[in-house]
């Protein structure tokens, strides 16, 4: 079974503050990770993922995230964020069991950017 | 661009009432899925179902069944609604059947049970 563990709940930071938000999983079996953002009254996004090669991926608006299968975390990082960041970012996980493929979240963190 | 459509943005249903949410994509994908959200919970799988009569349940399936009659329509049914189930409801869909790569969802139903 698989499972996302996102350790913070809400995190408040000052725009152009660097933030990390923190995700880790469980999983027996090789996995795929993403992240997903969701601004108010808005549906899911996915924001980047993991699938294979190079650890660490980036996003088009400057986020970027590392996978370290050590610790199994996938942690979401931004070194200097705007006020339009602020919204709700899950973590997920999806694994390449054949008994039938889920997509399983995290809890969310709500990233709030004040002024 | 690959689109997930809901048919209700906002729903109002009585207690005990049959409830149908529809969920239709555009993109042929084989998997879809049904998720509910709640503050502080995150987002919690349903039932998924990678095709067509086809399906599994997820973490929290009771008091929900599905339906999946054709490929790009995925159907979540409450038997006998009941005020715990008001939520956000997400319906999302993607591509292959193993593994994930990547889903793309619907804006999502708002219920209220009344």
């Known amino acids: 079974a698989q499972s996302v563990t996102q350790l913070d709940s809400q995190v408040p930071v000052f725009e152009e503050a660097p933030v990390e938000l923190r995700c880790n999983y469980s999983s027996s079996v090789s996995v795929y990770l993403f992240w997903y953002v969701q601004y108010p009254n808005q549906g899911l996004q996915l924001l980047l993922k993991?699938?294979?090669?190079?650890?660490l991926v980036e996003s088009i608006n400057g986020f970027e995230a590392e996978f370290n299968k050590s610790q199994t975390s996938f942690h979401l990082r931004k070194p200097s964020v705007h006020i339009s960041d602020t919204a709700e970012y899950f973590c997920?996980?999806?694994?390449?069991?054949?008994?039938?493929?889920?997509?399983?979240f995290g809890e969310g963190t709500q990233l709030t950017v004040n002024p | 661009d690959v689109k997930v459509t809901q048919s209700s943005r906002y729903l109002v249903k009585r207690t005990g009432e049959k409830v149908f949410l529809e969920c239709v994509q555009d993109m042929d994908h084989e998997n879809m899925f049904w998720y509910r959200q709640d503050p502080g919970l995150g987002l919690r799988l349903i039932y998924f179902s990678y095709d067509v009569k086809m399906k599994e349940k997820g973490d929290i399936p009771e008091g929900y069944s599905v339906s999946r009659e054709k490929k790009e329509r995925f159907s979540l049914i409450l038997e006998s609604a009941s005020t715990n189930q008001t939520s956000m409801y997400l319906c999302?869909?993607?591509?292959?059947?193993?593994?994930?790569?990547?889903?793309?969802f619907g804006q999502g139903t708002r219920l209220t049970v009344v």
């Open positions: 999302a869909s993607s591509l292959f059947r193993v593994p994930v790569t990547e889903a793309f």
């Open positions: 993991y699938l294979s090669g190079s650890t």
């Open positions: 997920a996980v999806s694994t390449s069991e054949t008994s039938g493929s889920r997509l399983t």
